[in-house]
């Protein structure tokens, strides 16, 4: 069973960072991606960045060059920095760990990013 612990999100004002942390615990899984998604009501869950153990890491085009996606397999741990915010980047974002040897994908419980003036 893995637990996931996101942390970071806020209120931001256009143009402003903010610094999303997802670490993840248990025992007995291995970790093959972290990524986050993002949502918003009404719509699908979408991929925002995804870093695939032994890949590249992927970003929606919507956020390249703007979002770095970090990865600390050591810790367990994947962090999303988000540079000039722009209001439609506002969601609840999601960490996601991908363990090949699970049934499922695991989820954190969400995180709250809001860019408003």
Do not use: H
Request: charged share 15%.
């Amino acid at each position: 069973q893995v637990q996931l612990v996101e942390s970071g999100g806020g209120v931001v004002q256009p143009g402003g960072s903010l610094r999303l942390s997802c670490v993840a615990s248990g025992s007995g899984f291995r970790i093959n991606a972290m990524g986050w998604y993002r949502q918003t009501p009404g719509n699908e869950r979408e991929l925002v960045a995804v870093a695939p153990l032994g890949s590249s890491t992927k970003y929606a085009q919507s956020v390249k060059g703007r979002f770095t996606l970090l990865r600390n397999s050591a810790k367990n741990a994947v962090y999303l920095e988000m540079n000039n915010l722009k209001p439609e980047d506002s969601a609840v974002y999601y960490c996601n760990v991908v363990d090949p040897g699970a049934k499922y994908d695991y989820w954190g419980q969400g995180t709250q990013v809001t860019v408003s003036s």
